[in-house]
């Protein structure tokens, strides 16, 4: 099926360690987000990658980097895990540009810092 | 800064009523709107999105409207199931930065 595959669904991470989550979408869309989502704050946005080759910051970018590798993959890196990084993140895709901005939303990966 | 708010924040009502979810938001300047579902421990679902050049979208017993002068839009749910709980989000896009409203919860008693 057509769509945003994340990977992994779930990581147990341990404080100070690093780890990547991966996304990848199979729709040609120019944009993609992480966002996380906690209980009570809603889905917040950490980056944003307009198109091929850019990046910018969201609401909450602190403690994040990302890499959009090419136009079907965005990966989002925590360099140092911290337990306030314990969430769910959402990876998404959209065809900006058209005036549609769709946005198509991964399954989730369950994160837990300990 | 696209603000969005969604009242109620949960929502309670036996099998078959119909119901409106709300959301306003601060930024008129949007291009469209979604609105989505989320189960619990799930993604997001897209359940219709409005152009900002319409004023509602139908799909079911779904609609959904748009009135960007006063920066609302509101979900109508008929004949609601228990199949319908959930919780929903809107969002209006606006520029790249997409902003969420933290959603209504929704509960079908049956």
């Known amino acids: 099926n057509a769509g945003v595959t994340q990977t992994p669904k779930f990581q147990v991470l341990k404080t100070g360690q690093s780890m990547t989550l991966q996304c990848a979408q199979d729709?040609?869309?120019?944009?993609m987000y992480w966002y996380r989502q906690d209980p009570g704050m809603g889905l917040r946005l950490i980056y944003y990658?307009?198109?091929?080759?850019?990046?910018d910051k969201g609401e909450v970018p602190n403690g994040y980097n990302v890499s959009r590798l090419n136009k079907r993959e965005f990966s989002l890196r925590l360099e140092s895990a911290a337990p306030s990084q314990t969430s769910v993140y959402f990876c998404?895709?959209?065809?900006?540009?058209?005036?549609?901005?769709?946005?198509?939303f991964g399954a989730g990966s369950r994160l837990t810092v300990l | 800064k696209q603000e969005v708010t969604q009242i109620p924040a949960a929502l309670s009502v036996p099998e078959g009523e119909n119901l409106v979810l709300n959301c306003s938001f601060t930024?008129?300047?949007?291009?469209?709107l979604q609105w989505f579902r989320q189960d619990p421990g799930k993604g997001l679902t897209s359940l219709l999105l409005?152009?900002?050049?319409?004023r509602e979208q139908t799909s079911g017993r779904l609609n959904a409207s748009l009135d960007k002068s006063s920066g609302r839009s509101t979900l109508y749910i008929a004949a609601s199931q228990p199949g319908d709980s959930a919780t929903y989000l809107c969002?209006?896009?606006?520029?790249?930065?997409?902003?969420f409203g933290t959603g209504t919860k929704l509960q079908v008693i049956p």
């Open positions: 998404a895709s959209s065809e900006a540009g058209s005036g549609a901005n769709v946005l198509t």
């Open positions: 729709m040609n869309h120019n944009s």
């Open positions: 990658s307009a198109s091929e080759g850019t990046t």
């Open positions: 930024d008129s300047a949007i291009y469209n």
């Open positions: 409005i152009q900002s050049s319409q």
């Open positions: 969002a209006p896009p606006g520029n790249q930065k997409v902003t």
